[in-house]
Antibody, heavy 122, light 107 residues
Framework: EVQLVESGGGLVQPGGSLRLSCAASGFTVSSKYMSWVRQAPGKGLEWVSVIYSGGSTYYADSVKGRFTISRDNSKNTLYLQMNSLRAEDTAVYYC????????????????WGQGTLVTVSS | DIQLTQSPSFLSASVGDRVTITCRASQGISNSLAWYQQNPGKAPKLLIYVASTLQSGVPSRFSGSGSGTEFTLTIGSLQPEDFATYYCQQLNTYPWTFGQGTKVEIK
C-alpha cells in the first residue's frame, strides 16, 4: 500500500528556515517523480516543486531560489528545504507522488500525504 | 503561466442532482488535466486524469471530458459524500497550476 507521511512543519520566524520530510512506503521514491503542493489557510492549492526520477528539479516562481527539493534514496524520503521564509509561505504543505500515463505521456498526482502545517510569523 | 478558471466557484445542490463543473485553460493543454476532490482538513484525492480517465476506486458517477481549453467534471447523481471542494489541475506546462476550486454544498 502506498503511503506518504509528512513531518517537519511548525512555527518559524520570518527569514527563518525549515526542512520538511515526506517518508514514503509501498514504492521507491527514486523511481517516481515526486512533488510538493501547498495550501494557504482557506485558500486553494498551489504547486511548489517537483523532482524527477533522474534528479532534475523545477520550482514555482514564488519559491525559486529559496526552496530546494531533494530526496534520500536510502531513507526513501522526499525533502523540502525552505529558506528565507515569508509570511506568505504559511500553508499546509503536501507531498504527492506523480503518476504517469504511458499511453498519452501525461502526468497526474495519484497519491498525497496528509500534509504538515508551516506557520511563518513573529 | 497557464491560468485555469473554474465555474462556478460555489454550487448549491441536492442529493441526486446532476452536477457539472467547468475548467477553462488560458491556452491549450491538450488533455493534460486532472480533477481532485478535497474534503475539509483532508488531502486532495485524485478523481480523473488525462481529462477523462477515472482513477481506480472512484465511483462511476464521476466523469470527465474535454480537450484543449475547455474541460468538464460531471457528477451523475450527487451523493452525501460528494459535498466537497473540487479542483482541476493542468500538467502540460510548468508551472503546473490548479483552478481556484469549486465548493459543492448541500442545498
Amino acid at each position: 500500500e502506498v503511503q506518504l507521511v509528512e513531518s517537519g512543519g511548525g512555527l518559524v520566524q520570518p527569514g527563518g528556515s525549515l526542512r520538511l520530510s515526506c517518508a514514503a512506503s509501498g514504492f521507491t521514491v527514486s523511481s517516481k517523480y515526486m512533488s510538493w503542493v501547498r495550501q494557504a489557510p482557506g485558500k486553494g492549492l498551489e504547486w511548489v516543486s517537483v523532482i524527477y526520477s533522474g534528479g532534475s528539479t523545477y520550482y514555482a516562481d514564488s519559491v525559486k531560489g529559496r526552496f530546494t527539493i531533494s530526496r534520500d534514496n536510502s531513507k526513501n524520503t522526499l525533502y523540502l528545504q525552505m529558506n528565507s521564509l515569508r509570511a506568505e509561505d504559511t500553508a499546509v504543505y503536501y507531498c504527492a507522488r506523480v503518476g504517469y500515463n504511458w499511453n498519452d505521456g501525461i502526468y497526474f498526482f495519484d497519491y498525497w500525504g496528509q500534509g504538515t502545517l508551516v506557520t511563518v510569523s513573529s | 503561466d497557464i491560468q485555469l478558471t473554474q465555474s462556478p466557484s460555489f454550487l448549491s445542490a441536492s442529493v441526486g442532482d446532476r452536477v457539472t463543473i467547468t475548467c477553462r485553460a488560458s491556452q491549450g493543454i491538450s488533455n493534460s488535466l486532472a480533477w481532485y476532490q478535497q474534503n475539509p482538513g483532508k488531502a486532495p484525492k485524485l478523481l480523473i486524469y488525462v481529462a477523462s480517465t477515472l482513477q481506480s476506486g472512484v465511483p462511476s458517477r464521476f466523469s470527465g471530458s474535454g480537450s484543449g481549453t475547455e474541460f468538464t467534471l460531471t457528477i451523475g447523481s450527487l451523493q452525501p459524500e460528494d459535498f466537497a471542494t473540487y479542483y482541476c489541475q493542468q500538467l502540460n506546462t510548468y508551472p503546473w497550476t490548479f483552478g481556484q476550486g469549486t465548493k459543492v454544498e448541500i442545498k
